[in-house]
């Protein structure tokens, strides 16, 4: 279906109505939100559009107001358009998809549907983005071209952070609409896409409010405490730090047991129906309102005290009392264990197999999961891997259902599973039967899932759009050292994969980097990306490194490794191979230096960048604050004024400004609209990242050094002034000045008399002088010490 949209109607604007609306205008689309006109309008107010408009224009504000942000970029407001059901419906005539978003009820959404069936064109796409409401209740009375183009489409709330895209189909929707949504979700809006059947919660809140359900009843049988089991349930075994018990605050616990009810009363053949039971403790928290985050309480409770550190004291409920009180520190065994073992697997292992009661809520759980989620093929899904994109991105674990079985091994889990009490589908003991150990394999650089329809392995569909490196471990490397492996990822095109801690940036990674554009030179190769898979392209520079030289006054040693990692970065530049640098969540310091030296950047959008290093009483020193310079003097038009593009320049180092997105990255200069995009789906960004590469490559020419056009002395005076600002406005403490200072001199080329042309060379010179200077300053090495011991800047 060739389809492309370009307007959008979003009918209701509660929280999931707003942020789907905010997220749409994210993606550049011309957006109309409508709501209910006020029930408790006066006379006077009733023919007044903005009284009538109320509550869609509240919602709206609330949303551009949220944090975090629902926009990527502040500018987009101006994308979403307001309205009300009674005036405005038929404006929907314009929009090509109308997702109604209204309350979870099932005669409301079908008077909504009504309407839009009366002024809709033909071949628009209405969806539902209910949660629980089966979708072809939905289509009664309806049109045949509604129905034909109707489906749901279910976000997760924030829509704009949380990426799993539910996409429903009745037995009336044309085959080629859900092609679209699969297609749409995952190129524009981002998403992983994920195909359900029309069943109770779909997959993620079916298999999600399971596992909460089980936890829940787990806690109660082995008498552990919620602040342990939320612990156990966190990163420990690969999941937010929410865990559990403040999942459930978070969620709303009102919201949790409609779902569980829900479950209940319309799964009939649900074989654990009975783990769906509402506990005592949560029916005493919904008799009292105590529905979690939204009504100040639930099982956590913050009080107007305040602990040693000035943080509000949290108090959790004992569950057997019923009563709020102080967590106590833990002292389980496994706890302990998780934290020693970096690695998730091995972690899983480790903890599946720990002898006390939090290794038997692990054990008991997860044996629980294996059992459910085979048993849901195919009453929900007809594919494994469904349910494991499904739990992974709407539910932030690390590892899908499937995937942590693995992990445990297929035997193990399926022999513990039944002497548990548990019931196998037989489908996975044929599986284990056929002399297979694993749901999913690796070969040739592609990853394989077991098909259970067929009884065979199948490439995961759409796969070739991808680059996993994961798929890539069979393969041996082109290059490897202690921080970096280079791949070959196909098409002549070479990718650069940080694995030192964090990706931290140390000798290791910027030896990799010379030696991998070395390999890329010399080889018959079209260029490298430098990317990789993880959470965080990269935190930034090795603090730890830096903070030793420092520590030690080293200073021949600091200045050989600043030299090292600005000549590494103008290596970037100045290849004779494309170079493509692959981002998504942090990008700081260090790697925001590398990225503005790339011919190109795939960001992903969500991306977060920033030169940061003021926070830790330094400079960029990487080339990044050279880089501005150069960049404001490419900006500079003959008979401008140029001082506030210096300003503007100067500002985002000195206030170590972080992009909230990708798009908003440009807004710093971090990004150029000419050189760097956006790719909306964080695990297309390296596969796009190697297209950009084959786009330059047949025509590559090395780039030519830059001549920098700096203002000497008459753009210090400025930036003096502008550091002053920032201290008046208490943005900058003295340290942060004479920071602020020290940036100022390097990007008007220090104290020349005049404007000048000057080298690049000489910008990084006197970016090396000022970091190795700032390195000398107790006030900085408080801050580094700061830093590496809480994770948090110091303002000193």
């Given at each position: 279906?060739?389809?492309r949209?370009?307007?959008?109607?979003?009918?209701?604007?509660?929280?999931?109505?707003?942020?789907?609306?905010?997220?749409?205008?994210?993606?550049?689309?011309?957006?109309?939100?409508?709501?209910?006109?006020?029930?408790?309008?006066?006379?006077?107010?009733?023919?007044?559009?903005?009284a009538?408009?109320?509550?869609?224009?509240?919602?709206?504000?609330?949303?551009?107001?949220?944090?975090?942000?629902?926009?990527?970029?502040?500018?987009?407001?101006?994308?979403?358009?307001?309205?009300?059901?009674?005036?405005?419906?038929?404006?929907i005539?314009?929009?090509?998809?109308?997702?109604?978003?209204?309350?979870?009820?099932?005669?409301?959404?079908?008077?909504?549907?009504?309407?839009?069936?009366?002024?809709?064109?033909?071949?628009?796409f209405?969806?539902?983005?209910?949660?629980?409401?089966?979708?072809?209740?939905?289509?009664?009375g309806?049109?045949?071209?509604?129905?034909?183009?109707?489906?749901?489409?279910?976000?997760?709330?924030?829509?704009?952070?949380?990426?799993l895209?539910?996409?429903?189909?009745?037995?009336k929707?044309?085959?080629?609409?859900?092609?679209?949504?699969?297609?749409y979700?995952?190129?524009?809006?981002?998403?992983?896409?994920?195909l359900?059947?029309?069943?109770?919660?779909f997959?993620?809140?079916?298999?999600?409010?399971?596992?909460?359900?089980?936890?829940?009843?787990?806690?109660?049988?082995?008498?552990?405490?919620?602040?342990?089991?939320?612990?156990?349930?966190?990163?420990?075994?690969?999941?937010?730090?929410?865990?559990?018990?403040?999942?459930?605050?978070?969620?709303?616990?009102?919201?949790?047991?409609?779902?569980?009810?829900?479950?209940?009363?319309?799964?009939?053949?649900?074989?654990?129906?009975?783990?769906?039971?509402?506990?005592?403790?949560?029916?005493?928290?919904l008799?009292?309102?105590?529905?979690?985050?939204?009504?100040?309480?639930?099982?956590?409770?913050?009080?107007?005290?305040?602990?040693?550190?000035?943080?509000?004291?949290?108090?959790?409920?004992?569950?057997?009392?019923?009563?709020?009180?102080?967590?106590?520190?833990?002292d389980?065994?496994?706890?302990?264990?998780?934290?020693?073992?970096?690695?998730?697997?091995?972690?899983?292992?480790?903890l599946?197999?720990?002898?006390?009661?939090?290794?038997?809520?692990v054990?008991?759980?997860l044996?629980?999961?294996?059992?459910?989620?085979?048993?849901?093929?195919?009453?929900?899904?007809?594919?494994?891997?469904?349910?494991?994109?499904a739990?992974?991105?709407?539910?932030a674990?690390?590892?899908?259902?499937?995937?942590?079985?693995?992990?445990?091994?297929l035997?193990?889990?399926?022999?513990?599973?039944?002497?548990?009490?548990?019931?196998?589908?037989?489908?996975?003991?044929?599986?284990?039967?056929?002399?297979?150990?694993s749901?999913?394999?690796?070969?040739?650089?592609k990853?394989?899932?077991?098909?259970?329809?067929?009884?065979?392995?199948?490439?995961?569909?759409?796969a070739?759009?991808?680059?996993?490196?994961?798929?890539?471990?069979?393969?041996?490397?082109?290059?490897?050292?202690?921080?970096?492996?280079?791949?070959?990822?196909?098409?002549?095109?070479?990718?650069?994969?940080?694995?030192?801690?964090?990706?931290?940036?140390g000798?290791?990674?910027?030896?990799?980097?010379?030696?991998?554009?070395?390999?890329?030179?010399?080889?018959?190769?079209?260029?490298?990306?430098?990317?990789?898979?993880?959470?965080n392209?990269?935190?930034?520079?090795?603090?730890?490194?830096?903070?030793?030289?420092?520590?030690?006054?080293?200073?021949?040693?600091?200045?050989?490794?600043?030299?090292?990692?600005?000549?590494?970065?103008?290596?970037?530049?100045?290849?004779?191979?494309?170079?493509?640098?692959?981002?998504?969540?942090?990008?700081?310091?260090?790697?925001?230096?590398?990225?503005?030296?790339?011919?190109?950047?795939?960001i992903?959008?969500?991306?977060?960048?920033?030169?940061?290093?003021v926070?830790?009483?330094i400079?960029p020193?990487?080339?990044?604050?050279?880089?501005?310079?150069?960049?404001?003097?490419d900006?500079?038009?003959?008979?401008?004024?140029?001082?506030?593009?210096?300003?503007?320049?100067?500002?985002?180092?000195?206030?170590?400004?972080?992009?909230?997105?990708?798009?908003?990255?440009?807004?710093?200069?971090?990004?150029?609209?000419?050189?760097?995009?956006?790719?909306?789906?964080?695990?297309?960004?390296?596969?796009?990242?190697?297209?950009?590469?084959?786009?330059?490559?047949?025509?590559y020419?090395?780039?030519?050094?830059?001549?920098?056009?700096?203002?000497?002395?008459?753009?210090?005076?400025?930036?003096?002034?502008?550091?002053?600002?920032?201290?008046?406005?208490?943005?900058?403490?003295?340290?942060?000045?004479?920071?602020?200072?020290?940036?100022?001199?390097?990007?008007?080329?220090?104290?020349?008399?005049?404007?000048?042309?000057v080298?690049?060379?000489?910008?990084?010179?006197?970016?090396?002088?000022?970091?190795?200077?700032?390195?000398?300053?107790?006030?900085?090495?408080?801050?580094?010490?700061?830093?590496?011991?809480?994770?948090?800047?110091l303002?000193?």
């Open positions: 279906m060739s389809k949209i370009r307007k959008a109607a979003v009918l209701g604007s509660g929280v999931m109505g707003a942020g789907i609306a905010c997220h749409f205008a994210n993606i550049g689309l011309e957006v109309l939100m409508l709501d209910i006109v006020p029930f408790d309008l006066k006379d006077e107010e009733k023919a007044n559009p903005a009538r408009n109320r509550i869609v224009n509240t919602a709206l504000n609330n949303a551009l107001k949220s944090r975090p942000a629902a926009l990527y970029d502040k500018n987009f407001a101006p994308r979403i358009k307001t309205g009300n059901f009674d005036d405005d419906m038929a404006k005539k314009d929009c090509d998809w109308i997702i109604e978003v209204v309350v979870e009820n099932l005669d409301i959404k079908k008077k909504v549907f009504a309407q839009v069936d009366q002024h809709r064109k033909p071949g628009s209405v969806t539902s983005n209910t949660s629980g409401i089966p979708i072809h209740l939905m289509l009664e309806r049109s045949e071209d509604f129905q034909a183009h109707f489906c749901g489409t279910h976000f997760f709330n924030p829509p704009r952070y949380l990426r895209f539910e996409v429903i189909p009745t037995a929707t044309k085959p080629e609409v859900v092609d679209f949504f699969m297609h979700g995952d190129v524009y809006l981002g998403k992983q896409t994920v359900c059947k029309d069943t109770p919660a997959i993620g809140n079916r298999v999600g409010v399971y596992a909460m359900a089980k936890i829940y009843q787990l806690t109660t049988e082995l008498g552990l405490s919620i602040d342990d089991v939320d612990a156990l349930t966190g990163p420990t075994l690969g999941r937010p730090k929410t865990g559990t018990f403040r999942l459930g605050d978070l969620v709303g616990h009102d919201t949790a047991a409609k779902v569980i009810q829900g479950i209940k009363d319309n799964c009939p053949n649900d074989e654990q129906a009975a783990t769906f039971n509402v506990p005592g403790y949560l029916q005493f928290l008799d009292n309102k105590f529905l979690g985050n939204k009504t100040g309480q639930g099982f956590f409770k913050k009080t107007a005290e305040k602990d040693e550190k000035g943080r509000p004291k949290i108090l959790s409920l004992n569950l057997e009392t019923l009563e709020y009180l102080p967590a106590a520190k833990s389980l065994p496994s706890l302990k264990l998780g934290k020693q073992i970096e690695d998730l697997p091995r972690r899983l292992k480790a599946f197999d720990a002898p006390d009661k939090g290794g038997e809520l054990r008991k759980s044996l629980g999961l294996f059992a459910y989620v085979s048993n849901r093929i195919p009453e929900i899904t007809d594919s494994l891997f469904s349910i494991d994109d739990m992974k991105a709407g539910y674990w690390e590892l899908g259902p499937f995937e942590y079985w693995d992990a445990i091994g035997e193990k889990g399926i022999q513990m599973a039944e002497a548990q009490g548990e019931k196998i589908a037989q489908w996975v003991k044929d599986l284990h039967a056929a002399g297979h150990t749901f999913y394999k690796r070969e040739g650089g990853r394989y899932f077991y098909d259970q329809a067929k009884k065979a392995y199948a490439v995961i569909p759409g070739e759009s991808f680059v996993i490196l994961d798929n890539y471990r069979d393969q041996a490397p082109v290059f490897k050292n202690d921080e970096t492996i280079l791949h070959d990822i196909g098409d002549g095109v070479l990718c650069l994969e940080f694995t030192s801690p964090h990706n931290s940036i000798g290791g990674v910027l030896n990799g980097i010379n030696e991998a554009i070395k390999i890329a030179e010399e080889g018959d190769w079209n260029g490298l990306v430098i990317g990789n898979n993880a959470t392209f990269t935190v930034g520079a090795n603090l730890f490194m830096i903070a030793q030289l420092a520590y030690q006054q080293d200073f021949d040693e600091l200045n050989m490794a600043v030299n090292l990692f600005q000549q590494t970065t103008l290596r970037a530049r100045y290849s004779s191979i494309p170079v493509v640098v692959a981002t998504q969540g942090y990008c700081f310091g260090g790697g925001c230096e590398l990225l503005m030296h790339a011919d190109a950047g795939a992903s959008a969500e991306s977060y960048i920033g030169l940061v290093e926070g830790v009483g400079i020193g990487g080339g990044g604050t050279k880089e501005f310079a150069v960049r404001a003097s900006e500079f038009r003959e008979g401008d004024v140029m001082i506030p593009t210096l300003v503007d320049r100067f500002k985002a180092i000195a206030m170590a400004s972080v992009s909230t997105s990708g798009s908003e990255a440009f807004n710093y200069r971090y990004l150029l609209p000419h050189r760097d995009f956006i790719v909306m789906n964080k695990d297309r960004a390296i596969a796009e990242a190697k297209n950009k590469v084959l786009e330059l490559a047949p025509n020419t090395q780039p030519l050094r830059k001549q920098v056009t700096v203002l000497g002395r008459t753009g210090l005076a400025a930036l003096y002034v502008a550091a002053n600002e920032l201290k008046l406005g208490k943005y900058a403490s003295e340290h942060d000045v004479k920071i602020a200072r020290k940036i100022a001199y390097v990007l008007c080329g220090g104290d020349l008399t005049g404007s000048q042309v080298s690049e060379q000489y910008l990084l010179d006197l970016e090396r002088e000022a970091f190795l200077s700032l390195c000398g300053e107790q006030k900085t090495l408080e801050r580094i010490s700061h830093m590496l011991q809480t994770n948090k800047p303002r000193n």
